[in-house]
């Protein structure tokens, strides 16, 4: 099973976010995860299309786009053409997840779904066979640096049954509270992608501490 890295830019120096692609750059990170936050579904607000733009311009590696707002569905061919090459939203945002899923397919790149810590894992059963990534939050949406909720590893089991048994081909994914110490339990538990923020930009060497979540 491949293991990516997707660390989030949300905990990076935003006075130089050059520097902080550059790193991605130089690291053994696959993706670039960029946290999007409106102030209403979530208690926060990050940053939006310039920011993204910027991000396209200086990150060689895929843009892992999370939406945390409302009313995806009128944004995503903005966030397209700003350089996101996966987004995902969150399933609580919308009444028709499966409208969204098809606007982002439509855009020619890859979707994801998501949900919060309290919504059922089950809800997301009609849609693992329609999306290339689930993403299972491991912290309440909305602010870094928060800890990781260890009933997920329950949440990612559960997860993983529902796609064998639709026999669907999508990727599991989880954001929030990630660390070098619980990288490895969370690969060996079946998770392809972990984002994590903090723990990795917060730390003196970001390359090293990116290696390590991936060779524990
Ligand atoms: C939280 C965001 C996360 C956040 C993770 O709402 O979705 O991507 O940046 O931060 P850490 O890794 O610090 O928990
Ligand atoms: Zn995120």
Redesign the pocket.
């Known amino acids: 099973m491949k293991k990516i890295i997707s660390p989030?830019l949300?905990?990076a120096d935003f006075g130089n976010l050059q520097a902080a692609c550059e790193m991605i750059n130089a690291s053994e990170a696959e993706w670039l995860?960029f946290?999007v936050?409106d102030g209403t579904f979530?208690p926060n607000i990050s940053f939006g299309f310039p920011v993204l733009e910027a991000a396209k311009k200086y990150c060689k590696k895929p843009l892992d786009v999370?939406l945390?707002i409302v009313h995806p569905e009128k944004y995503v061919s903005r966030f397209a053409k700003a350089g996101a090459d996966i987004l995902t939203f969150h399933y609580e945002t919308t009444e028709n997840p499966l409208e969204v899923i098809e606007l982002i397919k439509a855009e020619g790149i890859k979707v994801g779904i998501t949900i919060n810590p309290d919504v059922p894992v089950s809800v997301l059963e009609p849609f693992v066979d329609k999306v290339d990534l689930v993403l299972l939050?491991t912290?309440?949406?909305?602010?870094?640096?928060?800890q990781?909720i260890e009933a997920s590893y329950e949440r990612i089991a559960e997860l993983k049954e529902i796609i064998k048994k639709k026999q669907a081909k999508c990727i599991i994914e989880v954001?929030?509270?990630?660390?070098v110490q619980n990288a490895a339990k969370l690969f060996e538990s079946g998770v392809n992608v972990l984002?994590?923020?903090?723990?990795?930009f917060n730390t003196p060497n970001p390359i090293e501490t990116i290696h390590s979540m991936l060779n524990t």
């Open positions: 989030s949300l905990s995860h946290d936050m979530v999370h945390m939050m912290v309440f949406a909305g602010y870094g640096g928060q990781f954001d929030g509270g990630v660390n984002v994590a923020g903090s723990a990795v």
